[in-house]
């Protein structure tokens, strides 16, 4: 065997996940001790009962996130592994049908929440049951729902045009955008996440059941994250672009930066949206195919940062400061001027909360390559003055526009939490 094959095919063992059984006949056997030496058997035994107990702690303490409080959970509420977001037109007219809907979809969305099924079982033989049944027995997984309205919400259907936020529309179209109309708009925006997708994908299809009559889905898009069993440091995800991507947004548990750039507040100009945010969602595909074929200088120069460690170009560590007037020792920006990370940073006015998620929806059936990327997600204290103006820069001359088409498109102002015996949107009515 040559050396290469040879180091080959132990690599391939290394890789190969182990089970709890393989560990015992490999230990049994001594083959464990000949691959990893003594001492490293223990350490495996102790990870494998650390996850266990991570795991049970889980299961009767952190499984849930509370659905009710002062702000909408799923905004601030650290990235679950998988989301399932969902747009909804109403095909019902009057603001009674649309109070309605939101009243049953509070009461649902807060049992799932709970890791509860919806409505009351029945034990009816001759009727459908009233959950669909395929979250039973699952922890509801740190599930989140949050509701948002998109501005066609406030033309005359409901009598809502009065209450519209002043800058509160349809998003501008920005420079390359190919938006493919069955992935924008929407009446009602439901971002959905989970860490599981069955939970997740439950909440949607019961929430779309119990609007049946009254509202239809427009758009769904399924993504995910890295899950905490595949990174168990909880380490910030990587992009489907092989690049860490979350590093500088803004710390969550600051509740003077979240009011400042994440929360709206009473004195913005739509009372009803105090301690709600404004949502951007934007469906970007990745060129993966060519950005697979450049080279790791043009990469990590389109980032302005590195790959490996996600540290700013220049510095050594992920979260060191970005200094954007770095030069090297020609002259040259080390971060340059047109990368992704220059331009969205600019002179650090602009901020905004990014909680998105990669998504892959199998094959563009006109060019047979992947179609895979970034549902893009921000949530910000005004959509105009933060999300829009980024965005109008970023089209125009990011780097990173030679990799990416943003094909889908929405915004929705999602509305401040509910309290308990209130419901979802109660500010609005
Ligand atoms: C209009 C807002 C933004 C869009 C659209 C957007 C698209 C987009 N971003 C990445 C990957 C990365 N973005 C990173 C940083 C970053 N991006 C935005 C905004 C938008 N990105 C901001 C405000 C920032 C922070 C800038 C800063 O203050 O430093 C990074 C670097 C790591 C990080 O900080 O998260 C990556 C990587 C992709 C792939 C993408 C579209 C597909
Ligand atoms: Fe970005």
Not at 231 to 242: A, E, F, Q, V, Y
Not at 289 to 298: A, G, M, P, T, V
Not at 381 to 398: A, I, M, N, T, Y
């Amino acid at each position: 065997m040559s050396d290469q094959h040879q180091n080959d095919n132990d690599n391939s063992i290394m890789k190969k996940p182990m089970t709890r059984r393989d560990v015992l006949r490999l230990a049994g056997t001594g083959g464990l001790g000949l691959l990893l030496g003594g001492g490293a058997i223990g350490s495996l035994f102790k990870a494998e009962n650390n996850r266990k107990t991570k795991t049970a702690q889980a299961d009767a303490t952190g499984s849930r996130v509370p659905f009710y409080g002062q702000h909408q959970a799923g905004i601030t509420t650290p990235p679950q592994n998988f989301i399932c977001f969902a747009a909804f037109d109403v095909t019902a007219s009057g603001s009674k049908a649309l109070q309605k809907l939101f009243k049953t979809w509070t009461a649902a969305a807060a049992a799932m929440a709970e890791g509860k099924q919806v409505g009351e079982e029945s034990s009816n033989l001759n009727l459908p049951p009233v959950d669909t049944g395929e979250s039973v027995g699952l922890n509801p997984s740190q599930l989140t729902i949050t509701f948002g309205a998109g501005p066609s919400l406030f033309d005359d259907r409901f009598g809502l045009a009065s209450k519209r936020p002043p800058s509160f529309k349809d998003l501008p179209a920005f420079n390359g955008e190919q938006l493919e109309p069955q992935w924008c708009g929407g009446d009602i925006g439901v971002q959905v996440c989970a860490d599981d997708m069955q939970v997740a994908f439950h909440a949607v299809r019961n929430l779309a059941r119990i609007a049946r009559g009254t509202a239809v889905l427009r758009w769904v898009q399924e993504g995910f994250q890295r899950t905490a069993q595949a990174d168990p440091t909880g380490g910030t995800p990587r992009n489907l672009l092989g690049f860490k991507d979350g590093t500088a947004n803004p710390a969550v548990s600051s509740a003077q930066d979240m009011n400042k750039i994440v929360w709206a507040q009473s004195g913005d100009g739509a009372s009803w949206m105090a301690g709600g945010s404004y949502m951007a969602v934007r469906r970007i595909r990745m060129r993966i195919e060519i950005w697979d074929r450049s080279s790791l200088k043009d990469q990590e120069d389109t980032f302005g940062r590195y790959r490996a460690s996600g540290a700013p170009l220049g510095s050594k560590n992920e979260f060191d400061p970005v200094d954007l007037n770095q030069k090297d020792e020609k002259g040259n920006l080390m971060i340059p001027a047109d990368s992704h990370v220059a331009l969205a940073r600019g002179d650090g006015s602009i901020q905004m909360l990014r909680r998105s998620y990669s998504y892959s929806g199998g094959i563009d059936s006109k060019t047979g390559q992947l179609d895979a990327g970034l549902l893009f997600i921000s949530y910000q204290r005004d959509l105009f003055k933060q999300f829009v103006s980024l965005q109008q820069k970023l089209s125009k001359s990011d780097r990173l526009n030679e990799y990416i088409l943003h094909v889908g498109s929405a915004a929705f102002a999602c509305f401040p939490g509910a309290s308990k015996g209130g419901y979802i949107g109660d500010t609005l009515f």
